[in-house]
Antibody, heavy 118, light 110 residues
Framework: QVQLQESGPGLVKPSQTLSLTCAVS??????????WSWIRQHPGKGLEWIGY???????YYNPSLKSRVAISVDTSKNQFSLKVSSVTAADTAVYYC??????????WGQGTMVTVSS | QSALTQPASVSGSPGQSITISCAGT?????????VSWYQHHPGKVPKLMIY???KRPSGVSNRFSGSKSGNTASLTISGLQAEDEADYYC??????????FGGGTKLTVL
């Protein structure tokens, strides 16, 4: 049973870089069978796909965020990470990590709330 | 990429059937059989209900079904139950090798 757990600061200052990690258990992140995604939900709004990565290093990003987002994999720790640079209040959201055995993200983490504020 | 278009809200009475639409383009919904649907109860984790247009993950009730016609996908819930009240999101693969969500639909069980 694949399980995912997000971790990272709950508060980030404007213009700084938001960094989150997703620890994976029950599956190897090096498995070519999966893509590893980040998704967010702004308060009171809908879901927004941020991007995903294959263990091979291939990454795919939401075009609206591409210039500020980076997703990476750490196979030694069986985890993957998200960095969002130059954050503003508009990046305040619940951030979810998820994995995809099919195209659609199917197993999700519990989510972590990140607030951008000085 | 633009979000897929869903109705903001739908409602139905217990036992009835409802359908939620998800309109896209030939570059996403219409171009690939990779449409999925999520159920999201506020404060909980989104749950995959349908993938690849019409496939149900193990454990999902057969009251939930998906279909697609042209650039529009649909989620149908039959035998509506109180526990079905939630937000529903569609998602599609795109020609840019990305994913895109719909704006979400709030389902109210009357």
């Amino acid at each position: 049973q694949v399980q995912l757990q997000e971790s990272g600061p709950g508060l980030v200052k404007p213009s700084q870089t938001l960094s989150l990690t997703c620890a994976v258990s029950g599956a190897s992140i090096s498995s070519g069978a999966y893509y590893w995604s980040w998704i967010r939900q702004h308060p009171g709004k809908g879901l927004e796909w941020i991007g995903y990565i294959h263990y091979s290093g291939n990454t795919y990003y939401n075009p609206s965020l591409k210039s500020r987002v980076a997703i990476s994999v750490d196979t030694s720790k069986n985890q993957f990470s998200l960095k969002v640079s130059s954050v503003t209040a508009a990046d305040t959201a619940v951030y979810y990590c998820a994995n995809s055995a099919v195209v659609a993200p199917d197993i999700w983490g519990q989510g972590t709330m990140v607030t951008v504020s000085s | 990429q633009s979000a897929l278009t869903q109705p903001a809200s739908v409602s139905g009475s217990p036992g009835q059937s409802i359908t939620i639409s998800c309109a896209g383009t030939s570059s996403d919904v219409g171009g690939y059989d990779y449409v999925s649907w999520y159920q999201h109860h506020p404060g909980k984790v989104p749950k995959l209900m349908i993938y690849d247009v019409s496939k149900r993950p193990s454990g999902v009730s057969n009251r939930f079904s998906g279909s697609k016609s042209g650039n529009t996908a649909s989620l149908t819930i039959s035998g509506l139950q109180a526990e079905d009240e939630a937000d529903y999101y569609c998602n599609s693969y795109t020609s840019s090798t990305t994913l895109v969500f719909g704006g979400g639909t709030k389902l109210t069980v009357l």
